[in-house]
């Protein structure tokens, strides 16, 4: 039989709202749901179609996985027009309705449009049991089958145990920009769970394919409907606040709460997704993740992160709003452009847990917007905690301290990831407390902020391409605020040149530290004299060379002459025994050692004096005094060593 529409002239102004169809009625199936479709602008999304549903004062509360009358809702309207994503909002909250579960909704919508001309039953069963409808027309022959088949619906809900399944929902408060699946993976073996700071859990599941998942479940996920409902007047009322503030969110929550309501949990929710990174904060909190990416396009990508080295998928996801609004955001706090006229933003924010590196693209560098994340550490790091993590070992620690305690010109390399900025960050502690620090970053990662709290004197020039000093500006500006130490974090264009102009013209004995891609000594000459057109004479300024990889040190290597080439040899070699001494120091035939001697100081004193800071170093590992205070502070037989003279 035919379906007769006579309405369907309704819905060609595409954005009216559905609800005004015969099949949406009061005197319907007791839904009171009100559908309409809507193309949002500017979110770096384009041709896409929402359907939005909103589910106030509906007793199926929109929720499609468990209300047959809200689902049979959502697939009439797309019965007669596909949408990208379904969303359904009810009592502040949102369920987001995309990739499989979308997918599975419109292509009842089309099941439903195109069997209907054969049979009324089947059409109608497919509106509230899509699972068993698609089951019921596999088993048949003819156009039931068919039709299942090239409308996508029998693949669609392959595998799917019932409507739990296929349709599962990421949600949240409606004043958050992520949304979280509650349910885990389908056949899903729970391997580990643990708890974030924040108050955020975490399972980590074993699945389908070969990543694992990381499965996120926030306080707000724990929320009745009423104390959400609560929470999104309470971000009306901060919005209306004349006061504004860090106590702002907690006013805003009082005035709307109830007895018996999780105030402080709500007052955290609310800060979190109004003046912090809402869900992504849980993420950021948590001690075992390293990154975290969210690829382009958005609407396709769950969040992923790296939990312990390993990636894993993640239950989060970002919409496009989500994403327009992170966007938005990271353009406020960095100051710096990001559009399509300037597509890529490198940034550091500010986050509750610590501080975080973002890399952000858009069109016409990406497929839309993606976000890349690297937490930061809270605690800062020293060579005695490098120690104890087994980054490098003691001999090679008591060498490095004393050679950027006497004014060392030396590049730490590595690849993506390697470590190279915490071992940077790291040797800065080693110069004298008395000396004077100027670090020269694009984004800020290097702990000054650290070092001026422990009473050093730290200084952070800013430089990047809008209205900041170039690097080389930027170097002639360190020079004319007087003596001290140069670092230039992350060499890979002019801030070679800038660098090697601080160790060339650089005042005598002060140490200019610097960090460069480069999987070995070779490959940093390689980079920076071809790459980055350092002359090699200049390159030859460079004392050591540090190498790490997966945070661990493969070499320490010091430069020497031979032919008017510039020429490597180790002192530390990683070797399947760990980081092993090549003997050159020991034999007395370290230039590196050599050059390290205040005047009149013989070559083994100095020797002594690395050994001495390595026993030291060893000590203060084995001990567990690492953070800054306790490791500076723990060995006065050391002084002599570190308050003389530089080179």
Same mark, same amino acid.
């Given at each position: 039989?035919?379906?007769d ?6 819905l060609?102004?595409?954005d ?7 099949w949406?009625?009061?005197d319907?199936?007791?839904?009171r749901?009100d ?6 602008v ?8 929402v359907l939005?549903?909103?589910a106030?004062?509906c007793?199926g ?13 959502v697939?009439?309207a ?12 009810h009592?502040g ?5 995309a990739?499989?579960a979308?997918?599975c909704l ?5 099941f ?5 001309f054969?049979?009324?039953?089947l059409?109608e069963?497919v509106?509230?049991?899509?699972v068993?409808?698609a089951?019921?027309?596999g088993g ?10 090239e409308?996508?619906?029998a693949?669609t809900?392959?595998?799917?145990a ?15 920009a992520?949304?979280v699946a509650?349910?885990p993976?389908p056949?899903?073996t729970l391997?580990?769970r643990w708890?974030?700071?924040t108050g ?10 070969a990543?694992?998942?990381y499965?996120l479940?926030?306080p707000?996920s724990?929320?009745?409907?009423e104390?959400?409902a ?6 009306d009322?901060?919005l209306d606040d004349p006061?504004g503030g ?12 109830t007895?018996?309501?999780p105030?402080?949990?709500l007052v955290?929710?609310?800060r979190?997704?109004?003046?912090g990174y809402?869900a992504?904060?849980?993420?950021f ?12 396009p958005?609407?396709?990508n ?10 894993? /998928?993640?239950? @989060?996801?970002?919409?496009? *709003?989500?994403?327009?609004?992170l #966007?938005s &955001?990271l353009?406020?706090t960095? +100051? ?14 500010e986050t509750?847990?610590?501080r975080?590196r ?8 990406s ?5 890349t994340?690297?937490r930061?550490d809270?605690?800062a790091?020293?060579l005695?905690r490098?120690v104890?993590?087994g980054?490098?070992t003691?001999?090679?620690?008591g ?5 950027v305690?006497?004014?060392v010109?030396?590049?730490?390399a590595g ?5 190279k ?9 080693e110069?004298?407390a008395?000396?004077?620090?100027v ?7 290097l702990?000054?902020g ?9 200084? /952070?020039?800013? @430089?990047?391409?809008?209205a *900041?000093?170039?690097?080389?500006? #930027?170097? &002639?500006?360190?020079?004319?605020l +007087? ?5 230039v974090g ?6 070679a040149r800038?660098?090697y ?7 005598a004995?002060?140490?200019?530290l610097?960090?460069?891609h480069?999987?070995?000594?070779p490959a940093?000459?390689?980079r920076?004299?071809?790459?980055l057109?350092v002359?090699?004479a ?6 050591l060379?540090v ?11 010091e430069?020497v002459g031979?032919d008017g080439?510039?020429?490597?040899e180790?002192l530390f070699e ?5 980081l092993?001494a ?8 370290s230039?590196?050692?050599e050059?390290?001697a ?6 083994a004193a100095?020797r002594?004096? @690395?050994?001495?800071r ?5 000590e203060? #590992?084995?001990?567990g005094?690492v953070a800054? +205070?306790?490791?500076?502070?723990g060995d ?9 003279e530089?080179?």
């Amino acid at each position: 039989m035919r379906f007769d529409r006579p309405w369907l002239s309704r819905l060609e102004g595409g954005d009216a709202p559905l609800s005004s169809l015969p099949w949406l009625g009061d005197d319907g199936d007791g839904c009171r749901c009100d559908p309409s479709f809507r193309e949002p602008v500017g979110t770096g999304v384009d041709d896409r179609v929402v359907l939005a549903v909103d589910a106030d004062g509906c007793p199926g509360r929109g929720d499609l996985a468990a209300s047959p009358d809200c689902l049979a809702t959502v697939v009439e309207a797309l019965t007669e027009r596909d949408a990208d994503v379904i969303r359904t909002r009810h009592a502040g909250r949102e369920r987001t309705y995309a990739g499989r579960a979308a997918a599975c909704l419109i292509a009842a919508g089309r099941f439903r449009e195109r069997i209907g001309f054969h049979e009324t039953r089947l059409a109608e069963r497919v509106t509230r049991e899509p699972v068993a409808a698609a089951r019921e027309a596999g088993g048949r022959e003819g156009p039931p089958k068919r039709i299942a088949a090239e409308t996508g619906l029998a693949e669609t809900v392959a595998g799917a145990a019932g409507p739990a399944d296929a349709l599962r929902a990421h949600a949240g408060p409606t004043i958050a920009a992520t949304r979280v699946a509650s349910a885990p993976p389908p056949e899903a073996t729970l391997v580990d769970r643990w708890e974030v700071d924040t108050g955020a859990t975490v399972r980590l599941y074993d699945g389908e394919g070969a990543l694992r998942t990381y499965h996120l479940t926030p306080p707000s996920s724990r929320l009745d409907d009423e104390a959400v409902a609560r929470l999104a007047v309470a971000k009306d009322r901060l919005l209306d606040d004349p006061t504004g503030g860090e106590r702002a969110p907690g006013r805003a929550v009082r005035s709307v709460a109830t007895a018996g309501d999780p105030v402080s949990t709500l007052v955290d929710v609310l800060r979190r997704h109004t003046r912090g990174y809402g869900a992504l904060e849980h993420v950021f909190a948590d001690d075992r993740v390293s990154d975290a990416t969210l690829s382009a396009p958005v609407t396709e990508n769950p969040l992923r992160v790296v939990v312990d080295g390993e990636r894993c /998928r993640t239950n @989060v996801r970002l919409p496009p *709003e989500g994403a327009a609004t992170l #966007a938005s &955001r990271l353009r406020r706090t960095s +100051g710096r452009g990001f559009s399509r006229a300037s597509p890529t933003l490198d940034a550091t924010i500010e986050t509750e847990s610590g501080r975080v590196r973002v890399a952000a693209t858009t069109a016409p560098a990406s497929d839309g917007l993606s976000f890349t994340f690297r937490r930061g550490d809270p605690d800062a790091w020293t060579l005695a905690r490098l120690v104890d993590a087994g980054t490098v070992t003691p001999a090679a620690a008591g060498l490095l301290s004393v050679a950027v305690e006497r004014g060392v010109t030396g590049l730490i390399a590595g690849g993506r990831g390697a470590g190279k900025t915490t071992a940077l960050g790291s040797l800065l502690w080693e110069l004298p407390a008395e000396t004077r620090s100027v670090l020269i970053e694009d984004t800020p990662e290097l702990p000054s902020g650290a070092l001026t709290a422990a009473g050093r004197d730290a200084q /952070r020039l800013r @430089v990047g391409d809008g209205a *900041e000093p170039s690097p080389s500006e #930027a170097v &002639r500006t360190a020079l004319r605020l +007087g003596g001290g130490a140069i670092v230039v974090g992350e060499v890979r264009g002019e801030e070679a040149r800038a660098l090697y102009e601080a160790m060339r013209v650089g005042a005598a004995g002060e140490t200019v530290l610097g960090t460069i891609h480069g999987e070995d000594p070779p490959a940093v000459r390689e980079r920076v004299v071809t790459d980055l057109g350092v002359p090699l004479a200049s390159f030859a300024a460079t004392d050591l060379i540090v190498v790490l990889d997966d945070h661990r040190v493969r070499t320490v290597a010091e430069i020497v002459g031979h032919d008017g080439e510039a020429a490597f040899e180790p002192l530390f070699e990683r070797t399947e025994t760990g980081l092993t001494a090549s003997g050159r120091i020991d034999r007395g035939e370290s230039r590196l050692v050599e050059s390290l001697a205040r005047p009149g100081e013989p070559y083994a004193a100095v020797r002594e004096a @690395v050994d001495r800071r390595a026993d030291r170093v060893r000590e203060a #590992a084995r001990t567990g005094r690492v953070a800054p +205070g306790r490791y500076l502070d723990g060995d006065e037989e050391d002084t002599g060593d570190r308050g003389g003279e530089g080179r």
